[in-house]
Structure formats: C-alpha cells, structure tokens
C-alpha cells in the first residue's frame, strides 16, 4: 500500500447564479468579462477554499473562496466573454472664456457602444471612470449620464 498525501473533494454543489458581463471600456477594449452573482441558499457557511467554476459542462477556471455566511452574496469569475466587443468614443471640445483672464474649458463627451451578438437579452454593467484632481486650480464636473449613473465614487472617479 502507498502512503502519502491525498486530495479528495467533499462535496460538490450547484447553486443558481445570477450571470452578467462587466465591461471597462478604456481598460479592456477586447471583451467583457463573464462573472456570476451567487447567494449561499443554504443555511449553513460554505467553507473556504478552492472552487472549480464551471460553465454548463465547460470548465470555466478556479476560484479561491473565503468562508461565506448562509444567504451572503459573493461574485465568481467566469472568464472573458469575447462575444461582447466595447467601443468608446471620446470628443474633446476646447473653448476660452473670459476678457483679461482667460479660463479654459475642455468638454469630453464619452460614447460607450456595446453590441449584443446574441438573440436573448444579456445583463450588462459598464464601468468607466471621469478624471480626479487634487490640483485647486482644476475643476471636474459630471455634467450628464444617459443612462443615469447607479454608482459613482468621487474620490476615485468610478462611475457604474
């Protein structure tokens, strides 16, 4: 008989999950990526550690867990869906105002197109982000978002 370390699984599961494609324009320009929202439906933690995602019967990757509370939400990682290609467009208008002193003024407007190949509708979340400045001379302004902005971080300029 060998002896010796084994690895064995102790259980498997499969819970439903909430699937969406996050996309970061100016970063990623090539695709989305493809991450589930899970909610522990049982009512017990799960026990941290190393979780094989899949996709269907697709092996999607590993992810290392943290211990998760019963009904705490957590994200997984699915990879990059390729399918999904943004496209962001960025128009700078400059213009000067004032008579002795002249204050300049740079108006970006940002366009972020994201296609759909498919025939069923897919849940989407674009990232982006407007500049910050600590400089006292600078000012930013978030003049308009269509579609309305569901979470913005000012300090960090994120926008959701």
Do not use: W
Request: aromatic share 4%.
């Amino acid at each position: 008989m060998r002896s010796g370390a084994r690895r064995v699984a102790l259980f498997g599961r499969a819970f439903p999950v909430s699937v969406e494609r996050r996309v970061f324009p100016d970063l990623q320009k090539e695709s989305a990526f493809l991450v589930a929202e899970v909610k522990n439906p049982t009512g017990q933690p799960l026990p941290g550690g190393q979780a094989k995602l899949f996709v269907g019967a697709d092996p999607a990757g590993v992810a290392r867990l943290k211990t998760i509370a019963a009904g705490e939400t957590f994200t997984l990682p699915l990879g990059l869906d390729r399918s999904i290609k943004p496209i962001r467009n960025v128009r700078v208008v400059t213009s000067e105002s004032g008579i002795l002193s002249k204050d300049e003024t740079s108006e970006y407007t940002v366009t972020i197109e994201v296609a759909n190949p498919g025939r069923q509708p897919i849940r989407l979340r674009v990232v982006d982000q407007i500049p910050v400045t600590d400089d006292k001379d600078l000012q930013v302004k978030l003049v308009r978002t269509s579609p309305a902005v569901s979470d913005q971080d000012p300090v960090k300029g994120k926008l959701e």
